[in-house]
């Protein structure tokens, strides 16, 4: 089995900062690539940012300056800083990890979900 564990979510001001973070744990051979995504009420679910095991990245182009993605290989864990928040990114927040159960089983897997509210 498993398990991304997320934490960082919670109520914060416009123009402030939030780290979310995600540990993925269990029978896990390697971790491709690890990302967050986003769903905010009424909308779809969207890539926010993602980072590959060599630490390529790729960024949704709204967040695009105002966040970071980075990655503990060590400790099969993702983060996401967050600047500069706007109410528009307030959503429900989702890590996803693409990884490796066996050398050729490849599976993804996602959080149960963490939510920011970016408000006064």
């Known amino acids: 089995q498993v398990q991304l564990v997320e934490s960082g979510g919670g109520l914060v001001q416009p123009g402030g900062s939030r780290t979310l973070s995600c540990a993925a744990s269990g029978s896990i051979f390697s971790i491709y690539a690890m990302g967050w995504y986003r769903q905010a009420p009424g909308k779809q679910r969207e890539l926010v940012a993602a980072i590959t095991s060599g630490g390529s990245t790729n960024y949704v182009d709204s967040v695009k300056g105002r966040f970071i993605i980075s990655r503990d290989n060590a400790k099969n864990t993702v983060y996401l800083q967050m600047n500069s928040l706007k109410p528009e990114d307030t959503a429900v927040y989702y890590c996803?990890?693409?990884?490796?159960?066996?050398?050729?089983?490849?599976?993804?897997?996602w959080g149960q979900g963490t939510q920011v509210t970016v408000s006064s």
């Open positions: 996803n990890a693409n990884l490796f159960l066996t050398p050729s089983l490849k599976h993804d897997y």
